[in-house]
């Protein structure tokens, strides 16, 4: 019979899901990172930083799902890439990298961002970080341009596995 008063079980439980998010969190991008290192490949961008960040601190909520998580960004790609050329935006410079914010961008922008969440929503994949993807498209943190594609299809599918294994094993998994 365990005899620990539930204020110290409840504790211990909090510091055992904060101790795992942690760790899988940064374990996860390192993975990512090294396999992209050994392959020549930039398979680490910034919003799978968030994706993991759901999967491992919100793993119950939908958009940790790996449906949501490979869907997501798929239409948040899509997204950003059709808003882009249709404004024309992809020849105006990269926003961070001038440090100039054109119209077409702008424009690329919000059409995205509000095309990423139509969809998502409309598809049952809601996935807030694939709307930062779009807007690393809109903005010109992304080369427009197919090995971009592919780079961020790969990342997004490890990003998924991992995640779904996070999920899978995380210590409240199955608590109300």
């Not at 490979?70 to 899509?78: D, K, L, P």
């Amino acid at each position: 019979m365990d005899h620990t008063p539930a204020g110290v079980a409840s504790n211990r439980s909090r510091l055992l899901s904060l101790a795992y998010a942690a760790i899988v969190s940064g374990l996860s991008m390192a993975a990512i990172g090294g396999l992209g290192l050994a392959a020549g490949q930039p398979w680490l961008f910034p919003s799978l930083g968030p994706t993991i960040f759901i999967q491992s601190v919100t793993p119950a909520a939908p958009a940790a799902r790996t449906w949501n998580t490979i869907a997501g960004h798929a239409i948040g790609v899509c997204a950003g890439f059709a808003a882009l050329f249709a404004s024309g935006a992809q020849v105006a410079p990269a926003v961070m990298a001038s440090g100039a914010l054109s119209p077409a961008r702008v424009a690329a922008t919000a059409a995205a961002v509000a095309a990423t969440v139509g969809l998502q929503l409309l598809l049952k994949a809601q996935h807030p970080p694939a709307a930062a993807t779009t807007m690393l498209v809109t903005l010109g943190g992304l080369k427009p341009d197919w090995r971009t594609v592919g780079v961020i299809a790969v990342g997004v599918v490890f990003i998924a596995l991992l995640g779904a294994l996070v999920v899978q094993r995380h210590p409240d998994r199955g608590r109300a």
